[in-house]
């Protein structure tokens, strides 16, 4: 009966340790998809300010000839261009 114990309790004792490694690759794992999830959104983000300074330069050019354009139209000695 003492042997029947020993042998279980070692059982328990090797599946906890099995257990807990297999939980530590599990972590491990999940903090390599988080970073790799992190390399992902910094490189969207830095191709998305890229674009993002390419329409304000746009916007710019827009808003300077709307701004002649207003001021054409404001023009009030009536000559046009």
Do not use: H, W, Y
């Not at 390399?39 to 969207?44: P, S």
């Amino acid at each position: 009966m003492r042997n029947l114990a020993v042998a279980v309790g070692c059982l328990l004792l090797v599946g906890g340790i099995s257990l807990v490694v297999i939980a530590d690759q599990e972590r491990l794992e999940s903090i390599a998809a988080v970073k790799a999830e992190i390399v992902r959104i910094e490189r969207a983000l830095d191709e998305s300010r890229g674009e993002n300074l390419e329409l304000a330069e746009k916007l710019t050019a827009l808003r300077s000839q709307l701004a002649d354009q207003d001021a054409d139209i404001a023009d009030t000695t009536g000559f046009l261009p």
